[in-house]
T-cell receptor
């Protein structure tokens, strides 16, 4: 069973608009949570990383939030651009596993239209 | 240099062929990974190398054979693959610290798109 659930599966937004992606996880104990952006046919690129003590982290127009109590994270994209069209993947890292194996969400496919 | 490079970008092979995928990084990372990603699915971990030693093999079939000749290079040797092995193969690297080797950010390469006929 996937321990990292993302919603929505896909999203279409107009250029210039904002959007928010959700990530719920059941991974425990939790080390850190990352958001990656993956363009079609390319490798994922890290956007933000947060430990359990951090509530928010920004990277340009991307802002991630984390609520470790409710095990929820969100990624907010401000003033979307056509280049934001990609899959956004939530990735959670374990602590008990000695190799800190990553748990990947299935991703949210974002399409930005002119 | 924060780049992980992979070659080739695309590979088409028959089920009887032998081919290799290559991955290289010059960030001084001592942990390197191979992932397999099918369309619209998250990456699946295949192998992990730490300090040039195989640390994790996620029950991958023996037709996939990893090799880490030095700290900068990672190869994946392919032999007698099946059509269902067609996927995007991603290489990644991260710093490997003694206390917590894999909680550092993994840097991914662009991937090799493999098609098995």
């Amino acid at each position: 069973k996937n321990q990292v659930e993302q919603s929505p599966q896909s999203l279409i937004i107009l250029e210039g608009k904002n959007c928010t992606l959700q990530c719920n996880y059941t991974v425990s104990p939790f080390s850190n949570l990352r958001w990656y952006k993956q363009d079609t046919g390319r490798g994922p690129v890290s956007l933000t990383i947060m430990t359990f003590s951090e509530n928010t982290k920004s990277n340009g127009r991307y802002t991630a939030t984390l609520d470790a109590d409710t095990k929820q994270s969100s990624l907010h994209i401000t003033a979307s651009q056509l280049s934001d069209s990609a899959s956004y993947i939530c990735v959670v890292s374990l602590t008990t596993d000695s190799w800190g194996k990553l748990q990947f969400g299935a991703g949210t496919q974002v399409v930005v239209t002119p | 240099d924060t780049e992980v490079t992979q070659t080739p970008k695309h590979l088409v092979m028959g089920m009887t062929n032998k081919k290799s995928l290559k991955c290289e990084q010059h960030m001084g990372h001592r942990a390197m990974y191979w992932y397999k990603q099918k369309a619209k699915k998250p990456p699946e971990l295949m192998f992990v190398y730490s300090y040039e030693k195989l640390s994790i093999n996620e029950s991958v079939p023996s037709r996939f054979s990893p090799e880490c000749p030095n700290s900068s290079l990672l190869n994946l040797h392919l032999h007698a693959l099946q059509p269902e092995d067609s996927a995007l193969y991603l290489c990644a690297s991260s710093q490997a610290r003694a206390s917590s080797p894999y909680t550092d950010t993994q840097y991914f390469g662009p991937g090799t798109r493999l098609t098995v006929l």
